[in-house]
């Protein structure tokens, strides 16, 4: 049964994903992942029903295909957090281990005869034993190193955000952090199992391998659920890209001090008689044009004289714009105020009212004030 649902969800969110509308690269990466994903579990399922025995040349098809799960976690991270639309020479040079891994076993899938076959899948005959031992250790090793530096460029993606838009439920790579957690805690099991039943001898009552598909099933899910409802940050959005360098430095802009001031202050007043952090899907592009300013000025002047990036300091008003109101319509629901005054939602309304409070609403409108 969790070999169906794997497979039939995996290519159905293959399907979905292909026909997404204004779809992106990270789009298609995501489909060939379910699609690999779907083949592998089909593989398996075929192999739990005893039919490599019967149809022996389907020994071993998808061995190295768990050799595609890091790279294509790094790749989707990659073109989620950039504005591509073809995939660079360079990253192809990521599926060089699963070329390498099926050239090594050409001549098990064409010069083997169909009893050598047999022979090698129950270990009667060891000549891929080591191979098998290598490749096994190679992708746990390899998938926890490419969830490491996918980790890392969230973060990027995370200050990507934080810089250009005012509200990031939809647009956040939130899920994939978790999801990057769940493949580590995947693996990791995965290791520990291995190491204790090949090398301590430990016997288990059950197969842990059904256990390990089961975990895989459920993170399809997750992936292939959380990827089709995430919207890519470059469509319709003309977006600040984040330097290599330090931010805060700004010797390089052109901004002159006493430019930056004069428009640091028409950007105050603007701020507090046209309400723009009313609208939830402000950005930094919308209000850079209504402002006449670029881009990477608009954000210099937010960042060097607020010292906050583009969402917090939207998101400040915002807070601010409740509490007036608040104090104002006690006949009116907290979560009717937070949209009013520019919140798309209760929970983006009270995780960020938090932030910059420290307290929930509701106690802050007690009159709760937070320990220093």
């Known amino acids: ?52 025995d019967i149809y022996p040349h389907l020994i071993g098809i998808t ?44 001549r098990f899938y064409f010069f083997y005869s169909v009893e050598e076959k047999r022979m090698v899948d129950k270990g009667e005959i060891d000549d891929f034993g080591l191979f098998g031992s290598f490749l096994v250790i190679f992708i746990i090793v390899s998938t926890i190193v490419y ?10 993606h995370k200050r990507l955000i934080e810089d250009n838009f005012s509200n990031d439920e939809k647009i956040n790579l939130n899920w994939l ?26 016997e288990y009552p ?14 399809v899910l997750c992936l292939g659920y959380f990827g089709i409802r995430h919207q890519n940050i470059f469509a319709d959005n003309k977006i600040l890209e984040i330097e290599e360098n330090d931010k805060s430095s700004y010797k390089n802009s052109g901004l002159k001090e006493d430019f930056a001031s004069l428009k640091h ?29 670029p881009l990477h000025h608009l954000s210099q002047i937010i960042n060097q004289y607020e010292g906050q990036n583009f969402n917090d300091f939207v998101n400040r008003y915002r807070v601010e ?12 629901s907290f979560l009717a105020l937070a949209l009013d005054s520019g919140f798309n939602s209760k929970s983006t309304f009270n995780s960020v009212f938090k932030k910059h409070k420290g307290v929930t609403p509701s106690k802050f409108m007690a009159g709760y004030t937070p320990k220093a």
């Open 265 to 293: 202050k028409d950007l105050l007043k603007f701020m507090t008689e046209q309400k723009p952090y009313l609208e939830p899907n402000l950005n930094l592009n919308t209000m850079a044009g209504k402002l006449n300013l």
């Open 321 to 332: 714009e409740f509490i007036e109101r608040a104090s104002k319509d006690k006949q009116f």
């Open 206 to 219: 059950f197969n842990p391998e059904f256990i390990f598909y089961c975990m895989i099933v459920f993170s």
């Open 63 to 106: 061995a190295p295909f768990p050799l595609f799960y890091g790279p294509l976690l790094y790749i989707y991270v990659v073109y989620s957090i950039r504005d591509d639309t073809r995939m660079r020479r360079k990253d192809y040079w990521h599926f060089v281990p699963v070329v390498i891994s099926y050239l090594y076993m050409l």
């Open 1 to 52: 049964m969790i070999f169906t649902i794997g497979i039939f969800t995996s290519l159905f969110f293959f399907i979905l994903l292909l026909g997404k509308k204004n779809k992106s690269l990270s789009d298609t990466i995501l489909a060939f992942w379910m699609l690999i994903v779907g083949i592998h579990l089909v593989s398996t399922y075929i192999y739990t029903l005893g039919y490599w």
């Open 147 to 156: 969830a490491v530096f996918a980790f890392k460029l969230l973060k990027r």
């Open 177 to 202: 952090r978790s999801f990057i957690w769940g493949v580590g805690v995947i693996f990791a099991t995965v290791a520990i199992v291995l190491i204790s039943r090949d090398i301590l001898g430990v």
